[in-house]
């Protein structure tokens, strides 16, 4: 509705009850539902006023520039993945950045759970043990969870490790972006 | 308050008591004052400039944000990081970190970096003469609070490169920097 207007009374005016009703009502039409941009001053919504988990990637506008003096962070989440075994589908892990700290063997990630499209991912190994992402690995059961290295061959790091991948919905795969280590 | 609905509807002959109206008006006087909820408010009526600049933290954030494959997403350049006398990239406070021009570093020799709180995501591209020699990034350097493990050795570019250009990531857990990927130019 935006904003609303009421009818102005002058002195020695006597208003009808409809008309104080229409006064009334017109006010309590635009409180119930109907408050907009308008209504509302610039700076009007604070932290507080925000539900929270309520600001998805639409909200966003099309270009998020952040400035210079801005920096972005990912928390670092762990996960459980003890390794040692010929393979394993890497799982229960979160967030954009997994500290792989369990590791205590040599480990091959066949395949990586949670993939959508365009999520990015930063995995840490700081243990001494080899981690390889398996190419378009067949034991992984899922194919939607298969990796591609991009080399059409296993990636292996020499002990500690960083890595980056990103999820392709056009491949339904893992893409690795980077090994390091 | 949400919804709120006027106490005393007038008919016709009747001559409003004073309560009456005060009742009338206080209710919608209490929800302006206050009570404005969502069920006061048309669908997206916050637009941009109703939102105070520096409000939006993650915790208001979805669990899982997804941006479309029409939005960009930058981070502005910044030229304050150095190479202090201490051997530690320092000045970083943001995303994207780029040696000005003039750069002279104080060392050919990183040993760590400021600002590692968690997750903190961090591009950086250092240049410099360099003295011709070559440049080292060290890994887990002793006697430094925030070193940066390079997942191997020492990270030592050719032997005249003027730039060091790389990704990093803080580990809260190791309360070190840890390096995803470096590379270095003769330019």
């Known amino acids: 509705m935006s904003l609303i207007t009421r009818t102005t009374i002058n002195t020695g005016d006597i208003l009808t009850a409809t008309q104080w009703n229409t006064q009334f009502d017109t006010a309590y039409t635009e409180v119930n539902g109907l408050l907009n941009s308008a209504n509302l001053a610039d700076g009007a919504v604070i932290t507080a006023k925000i539900a929270d988990a309520n600001i998805t990637g639409a909200k966003f506008g099309a270009q998020i520039d952040w400035a210079n003096t801005q920096s972005v962070a990912f928390q670092e989440a762990t996960c459980g993945l003890t390794g040692g075994t010929a393979t394993s589908a890497l799982a229960n892990f979160s967030g954009v950045f ?46 939607t969870n298969r990796i ?7 990636a292996t790091s020499t002990g500690a490790c960083s890595a980056m991948l990103i999820y392709s919905n056009t491949d339904t795969r893992w893409i690795l972006l980077n090994l390091w280590g | 308050m949400g919804v709120i609905v006027k106490p005393n509807i007038f008919t016709t002959g009747q001559l409003p008591s004073g309560p009456q109206w005060d009742t009338n008006f206080q209710t919608l006087y209490d929800c302006i004052n206050g009570n404005i909820s969502a069920s006061n408010l048309l669908s997206a009526s916050c637009t941009t400039s109703k939102f105070v600049d520096g409000i939006i933290t993650a915790g208001k954030l979805t669990t899982d944000i997804d941006f479309s494959n029409t939005q960009e997403f930058c981070f502005q350049e910044a030229s304050s990081v150095e190479i202090n006398t201490g051997h530690t990239i320092a000045n970083a406070g943001q995303s994207w970190n780029r040696a000005d021009a003039s750069y002279v570093p104080h060392s050919n020799a990183t040993r760590g970096a400021t600002n590692n709180r968690n997750g903190y995501l961090l591009f950086f591209r250092l240049i410099g003469t360099w ?46 920097w840890v390096l995803l990927s470096a590379r270095n130019d003769i330019s």
């Open chain 2, 131 to 176: 003295g011709g020699s070559d440049i080292v990034m060290a890994n887990n350097s002793a006697g430094f609070d925030t070193p940066i493990l390079t997942m191997a050795g020492d990270f030592t570019t050719t032997v005249g490169a003027t730039t060091m250009s790389g990704i990093m990531i803080a580990s809260n857990v190791d309360g070190k």
């Open chain 1, 148 to 154: 591609i290295t991009c080399t059409g061959a296993d």
């Open chain 1, 98 to 143: 997994t500290r792989l700290g369990n590791i205590a063997a040599a480990t091959v990630i066949a395949g990586i759970g949670g993939g959508r499209n365009g999520r990015f991912l930063i995995l840490y190994n700081p243990n001494a043990f080899n981690l390889t992402f398996a190419n378009e690995s067949a034991t992984e059961t899922t194919a």
